[in-house]
C-alpha cells in the first residue's frame, strides 16, 4: 500500500495541506493503488522527474536549464505551466549560491538514496534523487559536501516547522553525511532550509511519527469507501 512506501516530499505535501485537500490528496493516492492491483504493469508517470533531472545536470555544467525547459515543454505541453516555474525558482536558488560562492562544482559519483524504515508504523519514507554535490578544488584541500533534497509543490508553501521534520528524517535516513550538510529546497519559491538556520528542537522524531500515523489512519478510513 502506497501510503506506507511514500516518498518523503509527499509527506511534508501532506503534512500541511488543508484538510479539503488532504482527502482529494489522499483519494488520489488510493485510486492510483487500485489501479496499480488491477493493472500491475501500469505506472504512473513521474511530472517531476524530467525537470530535476535537467536542474542536476545544469548544477554540473553539462546544460543550460533554461534551453533544457524549454524542449521538455515542446514535447509535453502539459509541462507549460510549472516548469517556468520550477526554473526560474531553482535558477533564482542557484544563481543566489554561485554569486556567494564562485568555486568548482562537482557531482557525487554515485546516486544517493536510503529507505528509512519507521517500525512503529510499519512503513517506509523514500528518500531519493538528491542533487548532491562536492563544492571547492580538491587540490586546495577536503571539499564540502551538500546534499539537496526537492520540494516541487506549488501548493502549499513548505513552511520552516515542516521543512525541519523534513531535515530530521533526512539526517536519520543519512548518517553517513554530516547534518550541516544537508538541505530542502522549496523549488519554486527558491528557499532552501538547512539545520544550521532550522535547528531541531527535540521533538521532530515525535511530530513526524504522529503526523504521519494520523495520515496512514485517514487513507485506511477512506479506503474502505472504495471497496
Known amino acids: 500500500m502506497s501510503i506506507r512506501i511514500i516518498h518523503l516530499r509527499k509527506l511534508l505535501r501532506a503534512f500541511n495541506e488543508p484538510n479539503n485537500r488532504k482527502v482529494t490528496l489522499l483519494r488520489g493516492d488510493i485510486r492510483m493503488e487500485l489501479k496499480k492491483q488491477t493493472r500491475p504493469s501500469s505506472k504512473g508517470g513521474d511530472f517531476h522527474g524530467p525537470f530535476w533531472s535537467d536542474a542536476k545536470n545544469h548544477a554540473s555544467g553539462k546544460i543550460d536549464l533554461s534551453i533544457a525547459t524549454l524542449n521538455r515543454i515542446a514535447s509535453n505541453e502539459a509541462r ?5 516555474e520550477l526554473t526560474d525558482g531553482f535558477l533564482e536558488w542557484w544563481h543566489n ?9 562537482t557531482a ?5 538514496k536510503k529507505r528509512y524504515v519507521i517500525n512503529q508504523l510499519d512503513a517506509i519514507v523514500k528518500v531519493e534523487n538528491l542533487l548532491s554535490v562536492m563544492i571547492g578544488d580538491p587540490k586546495n584541500g577536503e571539499q ?5 533534497y ?10 520552516e516547522k515542516t521543512a525541519r521534520l523534513g531535515l530530521w528524517l533526512l539526517s ?6 554530516d547534518p550541516k550538510d544537508l538541505r530542502i529546497l522549496d523549488v ?11 535547528p531541531l528542537t527535540g521533538t521532530e522524531e515525535y511530530e513526524f511519527v504522529k ?10 478510513q477512506l479506503r474502505q469507501e472504495y471497496g
Open 97 to 105: 549560491k554561485r554569486r556567494t560562492r564562485n568555486e568548482p562544482i
Open 172 to 177: 536519520e535516513a543519512l548518517p553517513e553525511y
Open 144 to 148: 564540502e559536501k551538500r546534499l539537496v
Open 211 to 220: 503526523k504521519y500515523a494520523k495520515l496512514i489512519d485517514e487513507w485506511e
Open 80 to 84: 507549460g505551466r510549472l516548469y517556468p
Open 108 to 112: 557525487f559519483p554515485y546516486s544517493v
Open 150 to 159: 526537492p520540494y516541487f509543490s506549488e501548493e502549499p508553501i513548505l513552511d
Open 188 to 198: 519554486i519559491r527558491a528557499r532552501a532550509f538547512s539545520l544550521s538556520e532550522s
